[in-house]
């Protein structure tokens, strides 16, 4: 972290000429500026849809979230909170996180373990958001939000500079499993889920991977049938929480 890594950035966004080419430097200066946090991402939130919608990202990603879809619910996150507050959120370690349960196991699944959420631009029940993963559990000092608000602060500077306007991924829309499964309430049966769905539907795999028994397994994939109205037997509906979930998407 140093002035001229910060002097190096406002040069770059110097020589850009709209709002896409901008996000691309910030994301990257982001990176450079702060190299714990490996991983950094663009979102747009929507309060009135309830979507976040995943703009640009920079940085090492997972296989796995190379084939998910660009939208999300904003109830399953932590950007929903600091849309409300419009005070940067920061997560020390997500694996441990019972606010988030999905992203909780999202960030086993990905390989991260804190967040940190900033604001960009807020209008309405909307914002601009730029969200940073880290590989390892950093502290609050470790984390250098001081640092990061500077640079979202250089990107909202920049962007209102220029043509603001940022490329658009597809629309996709949220599948109906997801939606349903960001609203259960109990945990365990969250985690069931995406793990049922990651072991592709397989009991023995799933059931030793959350260390219980088969019966247990079932038990809770009935639950979920009834408290959800979730079919996780349905091969799409598994598939629908691996490629929808909230993977690395903070």
């Not at 190096?8 to 850009?16: N, S, V």
């Not at 958001?129 to 939000?145: D, G, N, T, W, Y």
Request: include cysteine.
């Amino acid at each position: 972290m140093t002035p001229q890594a910060v002097d190096e950035l406002a040069r770059r966004l110097a020589e850009c000429r709209d709002g896409e080419a901008i996000a691309r430097e910030v994301l990257a200066g982001a990176t450079r500026i702060c190299p714990q946090w490996q991983n950094t991402g663009l979102l747009e939130v929507d309060g009135s849809t309830g979507t976040v919608r995943l703009l640009a990202r920079h940085g090492p990603v997972s296989p796995l979230f190379d084939g998910l879809r660009t939208s999300w619910p904003l109830g399953i996150s932590p950007a929903r909170e600091l849309l409300r507050t419009r005070v940067p959120q920061f997560i020390p370690d997500m694996r441990e996180s019972a606010a988030f349960p999905l992203y909780r196991l999202d960030a086993g699944l990905q390989g991260y373990r804190s967040v940190a959420l900033l604001l960009v631009r807020a209008q309405d029940r909307s914002g601009l958001v730029v969200s940073c993963h880290s590989e390892s559990i950093l502290s609050r000092e470790q984390a250098a939000l001081p640092w990061l608000q500077l640079v979202v602060a250089i990107f909202a500077l920049a962007l209102s500079g220029v043509d603001a306007a940022l490329s658009e991924p597809p629309r996709d829309e949220v599948h109906p499993a997801v939606s349903k499964l960001a609203r259960e309430k109990r945990v365990e049966l969250i985690e069931t889920a995406r793990a049922f769905a990651f072991h592709e539907g397989r009991f023995q795999r799933t059931a030793d991977a959350l260390g219980i028994h088969v019966s247990t397994l079932r038990y809770r994939l009935d639950r979920l049938r009834d408290t959800s109205q979730l079919d996780l037997l349905d091969r799409e509906t598994r598939l629908a929480l691996l490629r929808d979930g909230a993977a690395g998407k903070s």
